[in-house]
């Protein structure tokens, strides 16, 4: 059963313009939220994250929208730029700390075109 | 700072055959952990350590062992590997479990014939 669902395995926009990835997630237990973005024959990096106690974190061009009532989250990419063109990967924990264990959806393919 | 390494960066295997992937950090991170990548899937925990001497398994441990016994080290036994385990293996190490930022080595690939 994935816990962690992102539904659309691609997403093309043209460049400037934005880019929405959406993430659906089953287990009420989960209480924080990750983003991590993959380029091909290389490991994931840290994009951005927020805790269920906010609806809404920003880092630059980055957003995460968090709706806990519809277990959905988003990534907004404003402006997309094609050095954004990779693959990302929604994750989510239910509770942070040494223990922590995060489970991770099977990512979405983002193409900005020029 | 090398950050997460990882060796080999490719490997060959038989059925029935052992080995052990490398994983070394440099950023005396406190918690290490490994998952497998698998086509059409996201990532997915295989154990992971929370200091040296402690490690605990993750969402798909059967097959594989690990140890900690230096902060720097974690690395990851296949016993006897099957094709099952032919995956894009990646380590990754953060100061303080998985919802802390997670440094992710660059992967090894692995094929089981």
């Given amino acids: 059963d ?17 880019s929405i990835l959406n993430c659906d997630y089953t287990n009420s237990m989960f209480d924080y939220f990750l983003w991590y973005k993959k380029y091909p024959a290389e490991g994931p990096t840290f994009l951005i994250s927020i805790s269920s106690i906010k609806d809404k974190n920003e880092d630059g061009r980055f957003t995460v929208f968090l709706n806990k009532s519809a277990k959905h989250l988003s990534l907004h ?15 989510a924990s239910a509770y942070t700390g040494a223990n922590s264990k995060l489970t991770f959806g099977k990512g979405i393919t983002l193409s900005v075109r020029p | 700072n090398a950050g997460v390494t990882q060796t080999p960066k490719f490997q060959v295997l038989k059925t029935g055959q052992s080995m052990t992937l490398q994983c070394a950090q440099d950023m005396n991170h406190e918690y290490m952990s490994w998952y497998r990548q698998d086509p059409g899937m996201g990532l997915r925990l295989i154990h992971y350590s929370v200091g040296a001497g402690i490690t605990d398994q993750g969402e798909v441990p059967n097959g594989y062992n690990v140890s900690r016994s230096t902060t720097e080290d974690f690395p990851l036994r296949l016993l006897s590997a099957a094709p099952s385990q032919t995956s894009v293996y990646f380590c990754a190490s ?3 479990g998985s919802t802390d930022t997670q440094y992710f080595g660059p992967g090894t690939r692995l094929t089981v014939l």
Wanted: proline letters at 9%.
């Fill in chain 1, 2 to 18: 994935q816990q962690v669902k992102q539904n659309s395995p691609s997403l093309s926009v043209q460049e400037g313009r934005i």
């Fill in chain 1, 77 to 91: 990419i404003v402006p997309s730029q094609p050095g954004d063109s990779a693959v990302y990967f929604c994750a």
């Fill in chain 2, 94 to 96: 953060s100061r303080a």
